[in-house]
T-cell receptor, first 110, second 116 residues
Framework: GQSLEQPSEVTAVEGAIVQINCTYQ??????LSWYQQHDGGAPTFLSY??LDGLEETGRFSSFLSRSDSYGYLLLQELQMKDSASYFC???????????WGAGTKLIIKP | GAGVSQSPSNKVTEKGKDVELRCDPI?????LYWYRQSLGQGLEFLIY????????KSGLPSDRFSAERTGGSVSTLTIQRTQQEDSAVYLC??????????????FGPGTRLTVL
């Protein structure tokens, strides 16, 4: 079957660094995406990795290891506004649709 | 330009009634996706359109659910004989194309459906 696994909840302190892991098992692989969703809001795109390595965008970075079927989202200098759910999603190149993880709720404490 | 819009934003209906949910994608986006999200849960894929055709309907939960897209633009998700378990937020997303390269999905604000 096809599945993505990520922790259901992560807690961190404001100003700290947090890493949200995602492992996947899919029939095809085109790339790993990360989306952010605030409570009551719609998911918004954060990053995309098609090749191995680290992609950095401001305070957020995303990493991919295709050989390990693993990726992570790294959030630095956490701010209270980063409290949200974070979803990893894999593009299955046989269907070209995104297969979504269940999401990780990030709780930030002052 | 305008983003993805959905209507209504909220819908309360009685069990057994039919409902129609509408999605207006970003102009020029040929791919359109419908998802369902229950409270505190992840996104459940329902169906996607490439143009007016739906290559993948595998996510539709039952034959009470159907969707169409006309003119390569607006899409309607119809739920017949609604059940309480249909209560969820229905999200629509669009992207430039499905099939070549990577195309970020842009989401609408969703329709919150409550079946009493």
């Amino acid at each position: 079957g096809q599945s993505l696994e990520q922790p259901s909840e992560v807690t961190a302190v404001e100003g700290a660094i947090v890493q949200i892991n995602c492992t996947y098992q899919t029939s095809g692989f085109y790339g790993l995406s990360w989306y952010q969703q605030h409570d009551g809001g719609a998911p918004t795109f954060l990053s995309y990795n098609a090749l191995d390595g680290l992609e950095e965008t401001g305070r957020f970075s995303s990493f991919l290891s295709r050989s390990d079927s693993y990726g992570y989202l790294l959030l630095q200098e956490l701010q209270m506004k980063d409290s949200a759910s974070y979803f990893c999603a894999v593009r299955d190149n046989s269907n070209y649709q995104l297969i979504w993880g269940a999401g990780t709720k990030l709780i930030i404490k002052p | 330009g305008a983003g993805v819009s959905q209507s209504p934003s909220n819908k309360v209906t009685e069990k057994g009634k039919d409902v129609e949910l509408r999605c207006d994608p970003i102009s020029g986006h040929t791919a359109l996706y419908w998802y369902r999200q229950s409270l505190g849960q992840g996104l459940e894929f329902l169906i996607y359109f490439q143009g007016n055709s739906a290559p993948d309907k595998s996510g539709l939960p039952s034959d009470r659910f159907s969707a169409e897209r006309t003119g390569g633009s607006v899409s309607t998700l119809t739920i017949q004989r609604t059940q309480q378990e249909d209560s969820a937020v229905y999200l629509c997303a669009s992207s430039l194309a499905a099939g070549t390269g990577y195309n970020e999905q842009f989401f609408g604000p969703g329709t919150r459906l409550t079946v009493l």
